[in-house]
């Protein structure tokens, strides 16, 4: 090209030079500054890094500490758990009681703490002084709750074990308005948890008394002289009420089973006071009076034959094996000896002998014309077997 173009002279190439790469000039170098910032940030990044990991092993030591250390708790107490109580609402109140220092660390180790499925149960618990965050959550996850008591006698009335379990301050809800069969309830001291119904107590022991006279019922004596089930049940409720000692039941079960097979009448007294007071039970200041044996009910078994309609009582085991399987004997009678206990005969001879020392030894009680002294009417031993209650 002509000089002046503004271009230098065109320097020819030879093919080979033609087809290689021109040189590819490198990128720009960063400048210090630049390579400075991005350390900076970096090392930013990594010191939150490091701290946080640190704030957060100390924290997580702080509260494990603290989940184990002995609690604010000054004297024990006792803390309930409702039902439908969440983890939350148990750490707020355990902290609102006193119980714990801090229900937030409480909530969050316990959370950690449990299984997969594990809860804290509802209950009554006892919570010991200084007991530790940690001592308190093993306690609320066992369930062993504060158990209390409710004692049910041998020989009280359905009626009389209704009203134990209506007084009773811990039992919570009603009684059904409808009494369950007398003899139905088994006697015994039955355990349970604040918050336990009464109706509960009531389901349980109409289901253990059946239990249990279902099994001696199928183990009584091929050979004993008791016609059904229910009979069997009135019978040890007689036996229940006409003696305490275990070791002479059996006896007492001879002599009425004996009557019965010869069409004597019973003769019992506590029949006498449950045809006249019902489950109500005879006031401890009302003695048995002679009239009272003339009284027409259908528990008198001084004037009805065999035995009464409806048990007269609960009777318990002893009873009900009493009955099941007694002595083999052949005393009709029976009568209080003076030390708690009775002494047996198989002839009437023979009890009126029994009954005239028991009296002397006993002295002269009577404190009426018309009153009966310990079941033995004036002048009328000769007929009647057992000592009343």
Not at 264 to 286: A, C, W
Request: charged share 25%; net charge positive.
């Amino acid at each position: 090209m002509p000089p002046g173009n503004g271009r230098g002279p065109i320097i020819p190439k030879s093919p080979n030079e033609a087809l290689k790469p021109e040189r590819v000039p490198e990128p720009p170098r960063r400048s210090k500054k630049a390579r400075s910032q991005l350390v900076i940030f970096l090392n930013f990044v990594m010191t939150m890094i490091v701290a946080i990991c640190v704030i957060g092993v100390i924290g997580f030591y702080y509260m494990i500490r603290s989940f184990q250390a002995p609690g604010p708790l000054e004297t024990n107490t006792h803390f309930t758990v409702r039902p439908g109580n969440g983890l939350t609402e148990i750490a707020s109140n355990l902290e609102r009681n006193g119980i714990i220092a801090d229900g937030r660390i409480f909530r969050y180790v316990t959370a950690t703490y449990m299984r997969k499925g594990e809860t804290l149960k509802a209950g009554e618990y006892e919570i010991k002084a200084r007991a530790s965050m940690k001592d308190v959550m093993e306690t609320l996850e066992s369930g062993k709750s504060i158990l209390y008591s409710v004692v049910l006698p041998e020989g009280l009335t359905v009626r009389q074990m209704m009203l134990r379990l209506a007084e009773d301050p811990v039992l919570e809800g009603d009684l059904p308005a409808e009494l369950p069969p007398e003899g139905s309830l088994r006697p015994d001291t039955y355990k349970f948890s604040r918050g336990t119904k009464r109706a509960e107590i009531l389901s349980q022991m109409r289901a253990a008394q059946q239990k249990i006279i279902d099994q001696i019922w199928e183990k009584r004596d091929p050979d004993l002289h008791v016609k059904s089930k229910e009979e069997f049940v009135v019978l040890a409720s007689i036996v229940e009420k006409e003696t305490g000692k275990e070791d002479e039941r059996a006896h007492v079960a001879s002599v009425f089973l004996n009557r019965l097979q010869k069409g004597m009448r019973l003769q019992s007294d506590p029949t006498i006071v449950y045809g006249l007071f019902g489950g109500e039970g005879k006031p401890s200041d009302r003695p048995i009076y002679k009239s009272d044996l003339t009284k027409p009910t259908p528990y008198n078994t001084y004037q009805i034959k065999g035995l009464p309609p409806t048990p007269i009582a609960n009777p318990g085991r002893a009873a009900l094996e009493a009955v099941a399987n007694p002595w083999r004997t052949n005393d009709l009678y029976f009568v209080a000896d003076g030390t708690g206990g009775h002494v047996f005969a198989a002839t009437l001879d023979e009890h009126n002998a029994n009954v005239r020392r028991w009296r002397k030894v006993e002295g002269e009680r009577t404190t009426g014309a018309n009153e009966v002294v310990d079941g033995q009417p004036d002048g009328e031993e000769a007929e009647k077997p057992p000592k009343g209650n």
